[in-house]
Structure formats: structure tokens, C-alpha cells
């Protein structure tokens, strides 16, 4: 409750307030007083009289003394008196028992380690700002104790229906015995039948391999996932035939930007942005057979020069064409992985001050906690949605017409 005015005109009347710092000694000195009068008022309701009026007593309880307590505020650390009862009763709320620290630290050490900063940096922060210590081992005990709810979050029930799921993989470098090795942080990325994006899992394996991506795919069926119309993905080898082996009525859709990547390795630097704009014509085509006389058209102009930049389309148009047969409302979402690499530049930019890690679990803790904060700005779903679903109920109803 705010105080009033004339309240606050004779606090700063009586305490020669000058300046912010003179208003934060006003608060620390008086957080401490507070703090006991509550405990006391606490004490009062628990026993039913104030404190000197026994005449007023409800109940044969009584006060006992008081048990000398040290707290951790956001003010720093000091002493404070918890009232005792001869029953044993009386526990406060305001400062319950066995919690010695009020000040929130844990919440806020756990949000400064999702943005990405070092336990060095958090210290000097707490330091700074409250005038606590907390050594960089006390930080991973802090943010070790999220690891429970990752574990959660990794096997909770998913929808059955995701129209979209995109995966991909981000690489890191973890400490084990001595030696740096490298890790892959597999990611996967769904969207609802409401339009809402959702990242489904996170799981540390070896490197990128499909043998991993179908256990990945197995985790999912297991934890609830019956139908997904178009899985979005790189040029992993083995990809498309791990994803059929899992799910075997799912369209698997290149990502044309990998594509577009790859050719352009190939490519000249004097003759990419030339290269690029002759392609667009190929992406861009209304049809597929559109498309095919367009990569003709290509092949006819850059197809000497560059067979390598070419070759790799007519490979592989068996998972480039399938976004060709749909409305531009629907080609947005599955032509490109773009979505998910969004994600992995958030991870990387949480974890850029870190070289590598002691573990996947404390990998696997920091991308978490990077998901959390991602997901929070994820505020609208798809745009043009009902359009889009409208379309894949004509297209698809008999798969997911159940689930809507």
C-alpha cells in the first residue's frame, strides 16, 4: 500500500534525505524493523494477544522467547529475532522456517545465467547491486536445481498433431575426462493445430548422425505424437528415410535456404548475386513443373560452369518439390528452417562467453533455460492461420479432423 504524502513529507523531514543513496540507507535501516514488527504481528494472530497483554489471551499457548536468525536480503545480510511459541506451533510465513535467504537472489542468479552471463559476471552483479557473495560454485548449485524440471519438461505428454516440426542441430564442445569433445544440442521445433510454435525437446548427443535423429523421432511417438503432416529439415544423410521409418505418411521438405547455401559453395563469388537471382525464378514458380522448366533454364546458363550448384537440386528434388503443390500461406512456413535457426542464434548467444562445458547436463541447463525466455516472445501464432488449416483439413482432414 502506498504511503500517503504527508507521510512521506515527514520521513524525509525527520531523516535529512538528500539524495537517492540517503533513500536506499532509509530502506536497508528500515527493512530490518519491519521485517520484526510483521514476525511479531505474525506471533500476535498465532496466539491470539499482543505482546504485554496477557489479559487478552484466547488460547493457553504463550510466547517462548525468540530464536536468533541470520537472512540474506536484497538490503545484504543481518540478524533477525523469530518469535517462539511453548507449543512449537507458531511457524511464519513472511521468513518460513529454515529459509535464510528473502531476497529472491536464487530467481534472479537463474534468470542472469539464462541470459548467457559467466558465474564471474554474476558475482560482481550481486556483489554490486545487494552486497552478497555468492562464489561460482554456490551459482551452478543455484542453477543445478532447475535440472529436476528439465527432466520434466524433456518427458512431458506432447499434442498428438503437429501440421509442422522443424529439426536441426547446434554443436558445442564439452570437457569429459580431461578432453574437449563434441556435442550436438538436437533440436526440435513444432507447430499446433492452433499456430503456436512450441520447441518439443532438446536432447545432447553425439554428433549430428540420423541413427540419433530416429531415437529422437522415437521420443516423440512415445510421448504422444500420432501425426505430423511435413517435417522441415536440413541436408542431414538419412534424415528423410529415418523420419519415414517413424512416421511414414509425413512429407519431408528440404530447406531451400540449405539448399541455396549449398549450391552457392560451388559458385564464384563475382557470379553468386547473378546465380541467386537466376534461381529465384526456381523457388518461386507457381507449379512444380513450373519449377522443373525453370532449373532447365538454369542448367542451361550455369550448368557448365557450375554442375556441382545444379546437380545438387536434381538429386535431391524428390524433398525440394513437395512445398510446390501448396498456397504461398503454407509454402512461408515449410520452405525454409529459418524458425529454428532463429532459436540456435539465441542459444548461441546465451552460450558465447563460454568456450565449453563441464557437462551435457549443465549444457542441456543453459538451453533450457535460453528456451524459456525464447518461448515468452512467442506471443502470436502463424499469420494467415485459419487460412492455412482451413487448407490442410481439405488436404489432410482424415488425419487430423479427430484431433481439432
Same mark, same amino acid.
Given at each position: ?39 511479531? @504481528? $505474525? ?16 488460547? $493457553?499457548?504463550? /510466547? ?10 536484497? =538490503? ?8 517462539? #511459541? ?11 522456517? =529454515? ?62 498433431? =503437429?501440421?509442422?516440426?522443424?529439426? +536441426? ?5 564439452? /570437457? ?37 535423429? &530416429? ?29 519415414? @521409418? ?19 559453395? =560451388?559458385?564464384?563469388?563475382? #557470379? ?16 512444380? $513443373? ?69 557437462? +551435457?547436463?549443465? &549444457? ?18 502463424? /499469420? ?13 482432414? +482424415? ?6
Amino acid at each position: 500500500m502506498a504511503i500517503a504524502k504527508e507521510q512521506l513529507r515527514q520521513i524525509i523531514a525527520e531523516n535529512d534525505i538528500n539524495s537517492v543513496g540517503d533513500i536506499y540507507t532509509l530502506f536497508k535501516d528500515s527493512f530490518k524493523d519491519m521485517l520484526q514488527e510483521l514476525l511479531e @504481528a $505474525e506471533m500476535d494472530a498465532s496466539i491470539g494477544y499482543t505482546k504485554n497483554n496477557k489479559q487478552d489471551m484466547a488460547s $493457553e499457548n504463550k /510466547r517462548n522467547g525468540y530464536s536468533p536468525k541470520t537472512v540474506k536480503s536484497q =538490503y545484504g545480510e543481518f540478524p533477525v529475532d523469530i518469535p517462539r #511459541d511453548r507449543t512449537g506451533e507458531f511457524e511464519p510465513k513472511i521468513i518460513p522456517k =529454515y529459509q535464510r535467504d528473502i531476497s529472491g537472489i536464487e530467481e534472479k542468479v537463474i534468470s542472469l545465467y539464462a541470459r548467457g552471463m559467466t558465474t564471474r559476471d554474476i558475482h560482481d552483479q550481486l556483489q554490486d547491486l545487494y552486497g552478497i557473495e555468492l562464489s561460482a560454485d554456490m551459482v551452478s548449485k543455484i542453477t543445478d536445481k532447475v535440472l529436476p524440471e528439465v527432466k520434466e519438461w524433456q518427458s512431458r505428454p506432447l499434442e498428438p498433431v =503437429y501440421p509442422f516440426i522443424f529439426m +536441426d542441430a547446434i554443436h558445442y564442445k564439452i /570437457r569429459e575426462d580431461g578432453r574437449i569433445i563434441n556435442r550436438a544440442a538436437y533440436v526440435v521445433l513444432g507447430v499446433t493445430l492452433d499456430g503456436n510454435k512450441d520447441i518439443l525437446s532438446i536432447t545432447i548427443g553425439a554428433n549430428e548422425s540420423s541413427k540419433f535423429w &530416429l531415437g529422437m523421432l522415437n521420443d516423440l511417438k512415445n510421448r504422444g505424437v500420432r501425426e505430423v503432416l511435413f517435417f522441415c529439415v536440413d541436408g542431414l544423410a538419412g534424415f528423410k528415410e529415418a523420419i519415414n @521409418a517413424v512416421y511414414p505418411d509425413a512429407q519431408v521438405q528440404r530447406c531451400i535456404i540449405h539448399m541455396l547455401r549449398n549450391s552457392f559453395k =560451388y559458385v564464384s563469388y563475382k #557470379d553468386i548475386k547473378k546465380f541467386a537471382s537466376d534461381f529465384k525464378a526456381v523457388y518461386k514458380a507457381s507449379t512444380e $513443373e513450373a519449377a522443373l522448366s525453370e532449373l532447365e533454364g538454369v542448367k542451361e546458363v550455369w550448368g557448365k560452369k557450375y554442375p556441382y550448384a545444379i546437380s545438387s537440386w536434381e538429386q535431391n528434388w524428390d524433398v525440394v518439390s513437395p512445398f510446390f503443390q501448396f498456397s504461398d500461406d503454407i509454402r512461408r512456413i515449410m520452405y525454409t528452417t529459418n524458425i529454428i535457426e532463429g532459436v540456435n542464434r539465441q542459444f548461441r548467444k546465451a552460450t558465447k562467453t563460454k568456450s565449453s562445458f563441464p557437462t +551435457d547436463s549443465s &549444457l542441456e541447463k543453459m538451453l533450457y533455460l535460453t528456451t524459456q525466455n525464447v518461448k515468452k516472445k512467442w506471443t502470436q501464432r502463424y /499469420r494467415n492461420w485459419d487460412l492455412v488449416l482451413g487448407q490442410l483439413v481439405i488436404l489432410y482432414g +482424415d488425419r487430423i479432423n479427430q484431433y481439432l
